[in-house]
């Protein structure tokens, strides 16, 4: 390092004059590189003058000032030091003094106290992460030629200085080093994965100037910036803290970086690598300490206070360990399991009403799902059977990005012309039936269900509804009463039809005697609501016949049940909440394996992955008629996030095949079921196709089999962390209903685990 020019206070202030064209009162500021001055003007305005080394690197000093230029332009109001140019426009002064060609340089001072001078508890940390990070983020378009500039201090530079440590003199010390220094080795291909950009890379405590309130009001000294991964920046604020005693408790480091995500966003990936960067930084101090020790002895005198805090501090941070860190920097980062992962129940009956359900005798705290996994708390993963609405797989990367995008852009209502909702309408009623033609967005299968009934209603001048026994169709007043629960709906106008007849699936001829039964079912069902004056308005099936028990009739059985509807007046309503887009394997809508063309389709779950969606299809003519008759407009159904988050759902179906793979793992998992049923006396029949199956369970009674079947689903969760649920009315069919990104290799998972949880359960009963 060349030493700064020698410069009195004189020739400064001619220089500031001559120059600059302003005249000062000169003070002298320390520097390592340069001879800097404050300088102060008659009406309070303060400057600093730097004179610039000659053997500096003029691409260095060039791209400090580009940097200035650019935060200016960008973020006017952040705390960093504004540049001015001298009288003749240029960015540096340049002039010869003794032969040698100097240049300077003039910026505005800030004042404040280094944060490395305060003490613990003087500052905010948090306002300390944000002004970081806004200077982060207005840095992302900065370039310079500078910033492939070779920092020692740059932490990826870590092994090259492996050398180094033999001038480390105690051997406690030298390994700790060694390690850190190995672990870093190996992480060097996942941190050059990382984002990376001009970075000011020197965030340490002189540099951040912290006012009278405890906040950040300047951040100087931009000689240091390197293009580096992001995370880089509030690493090395973070292990400086430690390094200058500011911060004693690494655990007490939060703060800033929660002050640093509120603005700036960050990865998993980067929160990762966090703690290994503060330790590598740490490594840093201590190596270059050493190494100026032999070879710089003014250098390392600057640094011995650094090196032997950075020597305390690193013991602490390795007997800690990254585990607990980690997860506490996660979850201020919004990358991670929230902290405290318990979840007191009591709180949430308070709040929830203890009426509100929960899954299992254990319940669930889920904090992260990916594809078919799901993560709790504590960082267990679990294999979802269970879940339906993240249909093509749980965050799925293409449609979290589609939602992400949307809602950066515009979140406005079917008020408003936009393009992406017709698209939307385009492709969903590409693959139906013509007559349905049009459709109504709204927000959940409910109001779905809601709207057809009402609509169907208007159509038919009909009061009557028929549907399957033990039949959900949603939470509304209206669709309250066509979903009955355990006996008949409270409603007089709705009537309930046997299920199908067991034991029979699509495919199977229907037998003469049970074709028989079905139809005098239907001819009961249709008399009762004669008899109360009333006619139907329309048949409601969930084309899966979900919650009346997982039945996969032949094609008969529907045909039978709904030519008498029709013949009777009424319309049919196909509820593809559960089998829609393509759950069944063998089609992409239900209906079309119950072999039914339906007058009205009515969605949900699935539509959105997760974004609350839902949507009714049905003829233009009769879609108009609702409108005249009664307006219709939902808020949210069909906004642009909605129509973002539905076609990105039915690009994913498309790319990854997914109706065929529900088709292909369906009946790799009915065929493995079908081999544990007949191996375990308490395994009976397996109901569904594609990715809905229910397995029931046998046992001498009912409330026998409803037991059992409690065990095995949450044997299932807490002993092999597979979820799937039950089902049907006498809650005796075990329930399996997976994304429908679930493979063989999952499905085999499950095999095992089912029929290791049947026998153990069966034992202990
Ligand atoms: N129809 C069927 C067949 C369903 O399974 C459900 C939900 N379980 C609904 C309608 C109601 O949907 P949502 O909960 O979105 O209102």
Known sequence: MSAPPVFDRAEAQRLAQDVYGLSLTIERLPGE???????RTDSGRNYVLKIIDAGADPLGADCQVRVLQHLAEQDPSLAVPRHSATVDGSDFGAFNRDGQSLSSCL?????????????????????????????????????????????????????ALRDSCQYIETADLRGPVEHVIGVLQERLPRLRALRAQAIHGDCHGGNVLIGGAGDVCGIVDFGDMIHAPVIFEPAVAMSELLTEGVVTDPAALSPLLEGYARLATLDGAEVDLLYD?????????????AWRGR?????????????SRAAASLDGLLRLGPVALSREWHRVAGTGAPAGASIDLARRHRLLGAGAELFYDKPLHLVRGEGVWLYD???????????????VGHCHPHVARAIARQTAVLATHTRYLHESILRYA??????????????????????????????????????????????????????????????ESHDPRVVTLAPPPAGISAGDMMAASLQRAATADIERALHALMERGLAPGAFFLDTALTSSGIYDPPTEWAELLTSRIRAAGGLIIADEVQYGLGRSGSHFWGFERRGIVPDIVTLGKPLGNGYPMGAVLANRRMIEAF?????????FGGNPVAAAAGLAVLEVIERER???????????????????????????????????LGLEVLAEDAAAAKSLTHKIVNALAAGSRILIGSEGPAANILKIRPPLAFRPEHADLMIEAIGRAAATAREGA
Request: with cysteine.
């Open 658 to 692: 997914l109706r065929e793979n529900a088709a292909a793992t369906g009946a790799y998992l009915r065929a493995g079921l079908e081999r544990l049923a007949a191996a375990h006396p308490a395994l009976g029949a397996v109901r569904g196709s594609g990715l809905l």
């Open 377 to 391: 708390a504590a960082g267990s993963a679990y294999l979802d059977g269970y879940n339906n609405v993240p249909h």
């Open 33 to 39: 590189r340069d001879s800097n001055f404050l300088g």
């Open 426 to 487: 385009e492709r969903l009623l590409a693959g139906c039936p013509p007559h349905l033609d049009a459709c109504i967005f709204v927000n959940s299968g409910s109001e779905a269900n809601d709207v057809a009934w009402r609509m169907a209603q208007l159509a038919t001048g009909h009061a009557g509804a028929v549907i399957m026994a033990h039949a959900y169709h949603g939470i509304t007043e209206a669709v309250a009463a066509l979903t009955p629960g355990a006996g």
């Open 295 to 307: 070879h710089d002895p003014a250098g390392a005198a600057l640094l011995e206070e650094a090196a």
């Open 277 to 289: 960067l503060i330790t590598a930084r740490h490594a840093t101090t201590i190596v270059l300490h």
């Open 107 to 159: 910026l505005s001072f800030l004042p404040g106290r280094p944060l490395a001078e305060t003490a613990a508890g003087e500052c905010r940390l948090e306002n300390v992460g944000e002004v970081i990070a806004r200077m982060d983020r207005a840095l992302q378009g900065f370039f310079h030629p500078a910033l492939a500039q070779h920092l020692a201090w740059d932490i990826r530079r870590l092994p």
């Open 627 to 635: 409108q005249r008759k009664f307006g219709f407009f939902s808020t």
